[in-house]
């Protein structure tokens, strides 16, 4: 069972959205959280469908979807324009001419990103293009330029919809393999706000080794900037995260909703290598412990997904958990390769299709459809 069993389902409190990295295999959790939000459509009678936002109070991500939190949650975007985006991001940043095959293993051992530039390019583009007239007006009233524009610069401007959303995304620092958490609102444990600009949280969270460079940043409470890369790396499942940030930033032990949407698993993952990962091991050498662990996040994922739901001190807060993730064929797709998206649509409905997850869509559903009512 991929959701914990709860006596009544809840309808007043936090409600949480986690999603897991993976790259362009997050195609499939867009369309997963798309059946959701169809769902909750359906049940209100709604006109349309609604957004994330009006339904999530906290929305977590890492990797490429810390971009999508900061799309649902900082831009208000609903869910077929994120998707919409998202497609284009995924091309625009991942397509390459042609080349020998040998280049990109080439490329790895001597340490040149595939992809560099593209992703701030793509970053700032959605932003600008999404952000409201008045966030831009009220940026230059104080004098902020656009690219210089920060996480808590978003979804502060009434009129506009529900503009509150907490959002976070994680990033690795380089020295020591620390995750720092990329908020848009104050550090639960100093109240310092966050400075880091949003399209740097986005390229920081995103910036996988092989694929992009790590990015420079400044945390508070230090001044000294620190290079930091994917947090996927570390935390591609960020639940672990979520479970302590719900905590020390609203003092919330059992959330009304946690729903968590991963990127593919492998069911009957066995841990044999085989030749081609020894051999990628050995080609990404130049990137140690990084390159090794790139190729180990769809079985990492999983693990923390049990994790939640076998130790004791997630009890509280998987009450009200609900995991949506695909066995199979979607966690062999690489993170890259944007031109699979159609199989990943078919994988995706065939999933949507079985019982299990139609049984967890309408739990969910039954737990977010009153809307968003936590009190802060």
Not at 300 to 326: D, M, P
Request: net charge positive; charged share 25%.
């Amino acid at each position: 069972m991929s959701a914990a069993t709860a006596p009544t389902v809840p309808t007043k409190g936090l409600t949480v959205l986690s999603l897991d990295g993976g790259g362009v295999r997050g195609y499939s959790s867009l369309l997963i959280l798309r059946a959701v939000m169809l769902e909750i459509k359906r049940v209100n009678n709604l006109p349309e469908i609604p957004k994330p936002c009006d339904y999530f109070d906290l929305i977590a991500g890492t990797s490429t979807r810390g971009l999508t939190a900061i799309m649902l949650g900082g831009l208000r975007m609903d869910i077929d324009a994120s998707i919409i985006k998202y497609q284009k991001m995924s091309g625009d940043i991942f397509k390459r001419p042609r080349q020998f095959p040998e280049k990109p293993i080439l490329d790895a051992y001597f340490k040149k990103p595939w992809f560099s530039e593209k992703l701030k390019r793509s970053i700032e583009g959605v932003v600008e293009a999404t952000i409201s007239p008045q966030e831009k007006a009220l940026l230059q009233a104080r004098g902020v330029k656009f690219s210089d524009a920060g996480m808590a610069d978003l979804g502060v401007v009434p009129g506009v919809g529900t503009c509150d959303v907490d959002r976070f995304v994680c990033a690795v620092k380089v020295e020591d393999l620390t995750t720092t958490l990329l908020r848009s609102y104050p550090q639960p444990n100093t109240g310092l706000p966050e400075t880091c600009q949003i399209w740097a949280a986005g390229r920081a969270t995103s910036a996988a080794p092989l694929y992009f460079p790590p990015t420079s940043l400044v945390t508070p409470p230090s001044a000294a900037p620190a290079e930091f890369f994917d947090g996927g790396m570390k935390n591609n499942n960020p639940i672990a995260e979520v479970k302590d940030e719900v905590f020390l930033a609203h003092r919330v032990e059992t959330p009304r909703c946690v729903l968590s949407i991963g990127t593919g698993f492998l069911a009957n993952a066995t841990g044999d290598r085989g030749f081609w990962t020894k051999l990628s091991k050995w080609a990404t050498g130049g990137f140690g412990y990084l390159g090794w662990t790139l190729l180990q996040l769809a079985t990492n994922t999983q693990a923390r997904h049990l994790e939640i739901l076998r130790e004791g001190k997630y009890a509280s807060f998987r009450k009200n958990y609900v995991r949506l993730n695909l066995p199979g064929k979607l966690a062999n797709v690489g993170i890259e390769r944007w031109d699979k998206m159609e199989e990943m649509r078919h994988l995706t409905e065939a999933y949507l299709a079985t019982e299990e997850a139609k049984a967890d869509v309408s739990r969910v559903v039954e737990m977010l459809k009153a809307g968003r009512n936590f009190a802060v």
